[in-house]
DNA sequence: ACCATTTGACCTTT
DNA sequence: AAAGGTCAAATGGT
């Protein structure tokens, strides 16, 4: 018998009308922040008053986080909600993935989740406030590059089922591209990891993108995890050669290509189109992400807020008198 | 010894 | 059948 529970879609998790509203505040705070960002790069003199470059995108990324927390905290009442139902219809507690593995020498089935959430980001670093376990890596057909496979840490004693695959961006090959799929509903916020330095995720976040230390901070670690190809590796944003590469057949390897990675700075706002293909996945992409990579960073970051705030604006109507109390920070 | 990563085998999807 | 995604034993680092 397998025990081998059949995840339900994620697609399916209900966000209720108030942190509807929330998400829709916060993602027109972060689109407020992009626009003065706007604003301040085009005309760097005679901005005086208004709030710094660094002021402004750790706002824009303060509401990404707040929107994102919002619907993992949606989901994660949502699992709840569905485990209290499911015990008391069968009476039987509900298996958990990693549980009941079959007998040593067969796999039992798993499942893929085809209606996840799922995003995609273009970013130098592979730090994102979470922490990870790699358990793959496979060379995918006309690329150059091997794609890896993450899982949250917490998959096994939180049930998080957020998963992400980090790949060399074949255009440019110093950054990354990361596609999340999935949500958290984890309670690994930054902080479980990084307590010693006492703050909230978001504080922590803030003073991440904001002060970050390339050669002193020692961050405790979020992303001590690699992005490996055989013999060279990465760990943070900081390339590593790998000093035993023993392995002959990756002609995708290049010892220099993560030279110039160190002059980065992490988080730089560069974000391919939010795609949140929860549905029908069959949409054609192509025209929009033309026009996409020809936009400014800062176009992009506004195109996000707005497809985000689409997405979340779809069943009910955005009216500011909504927001008048449950203040989020 | 413990834990994270590596990597080939196994499984699912197209 | 092929490609992509996941598992889990082996391996390596601390």
Partial sequence: MNNIICAESESE???????????MKELVKGQESATQLKVLLEKPFGSEGSLSCQELTANVLRSFTQAISIINS???DEVAHRSLLNSGQNGSPVAVSGENRSQKGRRG????????LTWTILSC????????RKYGQK???????????FRCSHKYDQGCRAIKQVQVDQENPNMLQTTYIGIHTCNGTPMATHSAIGSSSTEWESSYLLNFDHHDSKVPNVQDHHISS?????KQEFPKEDTHSDVADHKYSDPNLWSDLKDFQPFKPTIMPFRMESDNNNN???NADNVYSSCTDYQRLNMNFEMASVHFDTDF???ESHFDESPLL
């Fill in 13 to 23: 998790i209900s966000i209720s009308a108030k942190n509807k509203r929330m998400i």
């Fill in 74 to 76: 949606s989901s994660a």
């Fill in 109 to 116: 089935r798993y499942n893929r989740r085809k209606n996840a």
């Fill in 125 to 132: 670093t592979t730090d994102d406030n979470h922490a990870w």
């Fill in 139 to 149: 060379r995918i057909l006309n690329s150059e590059f091997p794609r890896s496979y």
């Fill in 230 to 234: 055989p013999n060279l590796t990465i």
């Fill in 284 to 286: 054609n992409n192509t």
């Fill in 317 to 319: 109507h955005f009216d």
